[in-house]
C-alpha cells in the first residue's frame, strides 16, 4: 500500500531542545493530521489541518500544511522525556471518505 | 473526548484456528469505521473500511474472504481473522469518525495484538 515519506526516520535529541519533523507526498493531499503513538497503544490525534498555509499549534506541537499541499510539517519545542515515541503525519486525499494514507513515522527518542 | 475501545487487547492463538477482534465506539455513534494492520516498526496500513448495514470495502491486496468484517450496530464492528496463520500475527487497530469534530478526524482504538503460533 502507497505510504507518505517521513524525515528524519528517528532522531535522539536532548531534553529541551526543538524538534522538526517532516512528511512529504508526490499526490495532493486536502487533509493533514499528526498523530503520536506509544509501544503497545493506538495512535493519539495531536493536530489536524484542513487548508493549504495553516499553521496550527497545540500546546509545544505547531503544524503546517505545506502551501503546495505535498507536505506537512511538525515542530514540538522545548522537548521533554514524555515526547518520546512514533509520531505518522496521516493525509486525506478526497474529503469526505474519512481514508488515510499514513506516514512512515518518526521515531523519536529524548534525552534527560 | 470520543472514546474507541478494542477487545481483546492480545490474543494467542494456535494456526488454523480463527480470532475475533471487537471495536466499538463508547460514546457516539459510528457508521462508518477503519481496520488498519501494523507490523512492528512499520506504519499502519489501511485494510478495509466497516459500513454499518452493507459490506465492507477492502483495500487492494487484503483478502475479503481471510478478514471478515461485520458492522453489526453503530458502535461495534468486528474484525474476524480466519485460519490465521503465523504470518498474520501483526497488531490490528481500528478507528472511528466521531460525528462530533470534524469528520476527517478519526479517532483510534488503544489496538489488539495477535501472535499466532
Known amino acids: 500500500g502507497q505510504q507518505l515519506n517521513q524525515s528524519p526516520q528517528s532522531m535522539f535529541i536532548q531534553e529541551g531542545e526543538d524538534v522538526s519533523m517532516n512528511c512529504t507526498s508526490s499526490s495532493i493531499f486536502n487533509t493533514w493530521l499528526w498523530y503520536k503513538q506509544d509501544p503497545g497503544e493506538g495512535p493519539v490525534l495531536l493536530i489536524a489541518?484542513?487548508?493549504?498555509?495553516e499553521l496550527t499549534s497545540n500546546g509545544r506541537l505547531t503544524a503546517q500544511f505545506g502551501i503546495t499541499r505535498k507536505d506537512s510539517f511538525l515542530n514540538i519545542s522545548a522537548s521533554i522525556p514524555s515526547d518520546v515515541g512514533i509520531y505518522f503525519c496521516?493525509?486525506?486525499?478526497?474529503?469526505?471518505?474519512?481514508?488515510?494514507?499514513f506516514g512512515t513515522g518518526t521515531r523519536l527518542k529524548v534525552l534527560a | 473526548g470520543a472514546v474507541v475501545s478494542q477487545h481483546p487487547s492480545r490474543v494467542i492463538c494456535k494456526s488454523g484456528t480463527s480470532v475475533k477482534i471487537e471495536c466499538r465506539s463508547l460514546?457516539?455513534?459510528?457508521?462508518?469505521m477503519f481496520w488498519y494492520r501494523q507490523f512492528p516498526k512499520q506504519s499502519l496500513m489501511l485494510m478495509a473500511t466497516s459500513n454499518e448495514g452493507s459490506k465492507a470495502t477492502y483495500e487492494q491486496g487484503v483478502e475479503k474472504d481471510k478478514f471478515l468484517i461485520n458492522h453489526a450496530s453503530l458502535t461495534l464492528s468486528t474484525l474476524t481473522v480466519t485460519s490465521a496463520h503465523p504470518e498474520d500475527s501483526s497488531f490490528y487497530i481500528c478507528?472511528?469518525?466521531?460525528?462530533?469534530?470534524?469528520?476527517?478526524?478519526?479517532?483510534f482504538g488503544p489496538g489488539t495484538r495477535l501472535l499466532v503460533l
Open positions: 496521516a493525509g486525506q486525499r478526497i474529503t469526505g471518505t474519512y481514508k488515510y494514507i
Open positions: 478507528s472511528a469518525p466521531p460525528p462530533s469534530v470534524r469528520q476527517e478526524t478519526q479517532y
Open positions: 460514546d457516539f455513534q459510528a457508521t462508518t
Open positions: 489541518l484542513y487548508k493549504a498555509g
